[in-house]
Protein backbone atom coordinates (compact mmCIF):
# COMPACT_ATOMS: atom_id res chain seq x y z
CA UNK A 1 0.00 0.00 0.00
CA UNK A 2 1.56 3.46 -0.59
CA UNK A 3 -0.68 5.63 1.91
CA UNK A 4 2.02 6.60 4.68
CA UNK A 5 1.94 4.06 7.23
CA UNK A 6 2.14 6.91 10.61
CA UNK A 7 -0.82 8.89 8.32
CA UNK A 8 -2.94 5.74 8.93
CA UNK A 9 -2.03 4.91 12.13
CA UNK A 10 -2.93 8.54 13.47
CA UNK A 11 -5.83 8.73 11.12
CA UNK A 12 -7.14 5.10 12.54
CA UNK A 13 -6.44 6.29 16.41
CA UNK A 14 -8.54 9.60 15.64
CA UNK A 15 -11.22 7.78 12.66
CA UNK A 16 -12.19 4.32 14.51
CA UNK A 17 -14.38 5.85 17.34
CA UNK A 18 -16.26 8.40 15.01
CA UNK A 19 -16.75 5.16 12.49
CA UNK A 20 -17.87 3.39 15.70
CA UNK A 21 -20.50 5.88 16.72
CA UNK A 22 -21.49 6.31 12.92
CA UNK A 23 -22.32 2.51 12.75
CA UNK A 24 -24.54 2.93 15.83
CA UNK A 25 -26.49 5.76 14.94
CA UNK A 26 -26.74 4.73 11.31
CA UNK A 27 -27.92 1.01 12.59
CA UNK A 28 -30.42 2.85 15.26
CA UNK A 29 -31.77 5.64 13.16
CA UNK A 30 -30.60 5.24 9.85
CA UNK A 31 -28.86 8.87 10.09
CA UNK A 32 -25.43 9.74 9.46
CA UNK A 33 -25.35 13.47 11.23
CA UNK A 34 -23.65 16.48 9.69
CA UNK A 35 -21.47 16.43 12.64
CA UNK A 36 -19.84 13.24 12.12
CA UNK A 37 -19.15 14.41 8.80
CA UNK A 38 -17.58 17.29 10.24
CA UNK A 39 -15.48 15.36 12.66
CA UNK A 40 -14.15 12.68 9.99
CA UNK A 41 -12.80 15.75 7.96
CA UNK A 42 -11.26 17.38 10.92
CA UNK A 43 -9.56 14.22 11.45
CA UNK A 44 -8.56 14.03 7.96
CA UNK A 45 -7.63 17.93 8.23
CA UNK A 46 -5.45 17.75 11.44
CA UNK A 47 -3.50 14.24 10.59
CA UNK A 48 -3.13 14.99 7.15
CA UNK A 49 -1.65 18.96 7.57
CA UNK A 50 0.33 16.91 10.10
CA UNK A 51 1.95 13.94 8.16
CA UNK A 52 1.31 14.39 4.38
CA UNK A 53 3.15 16.63 1.77
CA UNK A 54 1.26 19.71 1.12
CA UNK A 55 0.62 18.53 -2.06
CA UNK A 56 -0.58 15.33 -1.58
CA UNK A 57 -2.54 17.30 0.82
CA UNK A 58 -4.02 19.12 -1.47
CA UNK A 59 -4.45 16.11 -4.52
CA UNK A 60 -6.70 14.17 -1.27
CA UNK A 61 -9.79 16.48 -2.61
CA UNK A 62 -10.01 15.30 -6.35
CA UNK A 63 -10.75 12.09 -4.20
CA UNK A 64 -13.36 13.59 -2.55
CA UNK A 65 -14.77 15.48 -5.53
CA UNK A 66 -14.72 12.21 -7.96
CA UNK A 67 -16.77 10.21 -5.24
CA UNK A 68 -18.46 12.77 -4.55
CA UNK A 69 -20.08 13.08 -8.00
CA UNK A 70 -20.49 9.75 -8.63
CA UNK A 71 -22.46 8.79 -4.93
CA UNK A 72 -24.04 12.36 -5.50
CA UNK A 73 -25.68 10.35 -8.77
CA UNK A 74 -26.81 7.63 -6.69
CA UNK A 75 -28.21 9.80 -3.96
CA UNK A 76 -30.72 11.05 -6.83
CA UNK A 77 -31.61 7.84 -7.95
CA UNK A 78 -32.26 7.10 -4.50
CA UNK A 79 -30.06 4.33 -4.25
CA UNK A 80 -28.46 6.09 -1.16
CA UNK A 81 -28.93 8.39 1.35
CA UNK A 82 -27.35 11.89 1.48
CA UNK A 83 -25.57 11.11 4.69
CA UNK A 84 -23.74 8.06 2.63
CA UNK A 85 -22.76 9.89 0.37
CA UNK A 86 -21.13 12.86 1.87
CA UNK A 87 -19.74 10.13 4.81
CA UNK A 88 -17.52 7.89 1.56
CA UNK A 89 -16.59 11.29 0.00
CA UNK A 90 -14.40 12.38 3.53
CA UNK A 91 -13.63 9.11 3.75
CA UNK A 92 -12.46 9.07 0.23
CA UNK A 93 -9.64 12.11 1.78
CA UNK A 94 -7.82 9.45 3.44
CA UNK A 95 -7.08 7.18 0.54
CA UNK A 96 -3.83 7.49 -1.55
CA UNK A 97 -4.59 7.66 -5.14
CA UNK A 98 -1.95 4.77 -5.82
CA UNK A 99 -3.99 2.55 -3.54
CA UNK A 100 -7.34 3.14 -5.32
CA UNK A 101 -7.45 -0.10 -6.83
CA UNK A 102 -7.01 -1.75 -3.53
CA UNK A 103 -9.69 0.29 -2.00
CA UNK A 104 -12.02 -0.69 -4.43
CA UNK A 105 -11.54 -4.42 -3.20
CA UNK A 106 -11.99 -3.64 0.57
CA UNK A 107 -14.99 -1.50 -0.40
CA UNK A 108 -16.83 -4.21 -2.05
CA UNK A 109 -15.23 -6.84 0.63
CA UNK A 110 -16.83 -4.37 3.40
CA UNK A 111 -20.09 -3.50 1.68
CA UNK A 112 -20.63 -6.91 1.03
CA UNK A 113 -19.74 -8.09 4.87
CA UNK A 114 -21.86 -5.04 6.44
CA UNK A 115 -24.68 -6.18 4.46
CA UNK A 116 -24.70 -9.73 5.10
CA UNK A 117 -24.00 -9.15 8.82
CA UNK A 118 -26.97 -6.78 8.87
CA UNK A 119 -29.53 -9.32 7.23
CA UNK A 120 -28.24 -12.36 8.95
CA UNK A 121 -29.06 -9.65 12.81
CA UNK A 122 -32.50 -9.17 10.75
CA UNK A 123 -33.62 -12.68 10.34
CA UNK A 124 -32.35 -14.01 13.81
CA UNK A 125 -32.93 -14.16 16.71
CA UNK A 126 -29.76 -11.70 17.24
CA UNK A 127 -32.37 -9.08 16.15
CA UNK A 128 -33.53 -9.34 20.00
CA UNK A 129 -30.49 -7.43 21.13
CA UNK A 130 -31.12 -4.23 19.24
CA UNK A 131 -35.25 -4.80 18.60
CA UNK A 132 -35.98 -1.16 18.34
CA UNK A 133 -33.05 0.17 15.61
CA UNK A 134 -34.34 1.33 12.35
CA UNK A 135 -32.24 -0.78 10.32
CA UNK A 136 -34.71 -3.39 10.83
CA UNK A 137 -37.54 -1.88 9.96
CA UNK A 138 -39.33 -1.67 6.80
CA UNK A 139 -40.51 0.87 4.36
CA UNK A 140 -43.43 0.91 2.89
CA UNK A 141 -43.01 1.17 -0.88
CA UNK A 142 -46.08 3.29 -1.68
CA UNK A 143 -44.42 6.16 -3.39
CA UNK A 144 -44.15 4.00 -6.66
CA UNK A 145 -40.87 4.43 -7.17
CA UNK A 146 -39.89 0.53 -5.60
CA UNK A 147 -39.18 -2.35 -7.44
CA UNK A 148 -41.60 -4.93 -6.88
CA UNK A 149 -44.67 -4.89 -4.81
CA UNK A 150 -45.03 -5.01 -0.65
CA UNK A 151 -42.65 -3.23 1.99
CA UNK A 152 -38.62 -2.66 1.34
CA UNK A 153 -35.89 -3.01 3.50
CA UNK A 154 -33.23 -0.49 3.34
CA UNK A 155 -29.99 -1.07 4.67
CA UNK A 156 -27.71 1.37 6.16
CA UNK A 157 -24.34 2.14 4.41
CA UNK A 158 -22.51 3.90 7.02
CA UNK A 159 -21.94 0.36 8.54
CA UNK A 160 -19.76 -0.46 5.18
CA UNK A 161 -18.87 3.02 4.83
CA UNK A 162 -17.05 2.99 8.46
CA UNK A 163 -15.99 -0.45 8.47
CA UNK A 164 -14.15 0.54 4.51
CA UNK A 165 -12.53 3.10 5.97
CA UNK A 166 -11.24 1.80 9.09
CA UNK A 167 -9.87 -1.60 7.03
CA UNK A 168 -8.08 0.65 4.57
CA UNK A 169 -6.50 2.72 7.30
CA UNK A 170 -5.64 -0.70 9.30
CA UNK A 171 -4.34 -2.33 6.70
CA UNK A 172 -1.95 1.28 5.53
CA UNK A 173 -0.76 1.32 9.09
CA UNK A 174 0.18 -2.09 8.89
CA UNK A 175 1.65 -2.06 5.06
CA UNK A 176 2.13 1.20 3.95
CA UNK A 177 4.95 3.51 2.94
Known sequence: MQVSSSFALWSLILALPICLYAFYVDMKFKRISNMTVWALFAVFVVVGLASLPLMDFVWRFANYAV??????????????????????????????RADAGDMMWIAFASLIAATVA????????????APDWAA??????ADGVAVG??????????????LMLCTYLLLGAFYGQ
Open 67 to 96: VFAILLLMWMLRQMGAGDVKMAAVGALFVD
Open 118 to 129: TLIVRFTPLRKL
Open 136 to 141: WRLKPS
Open 149 to 162: KGDQMTLPMGTGIG
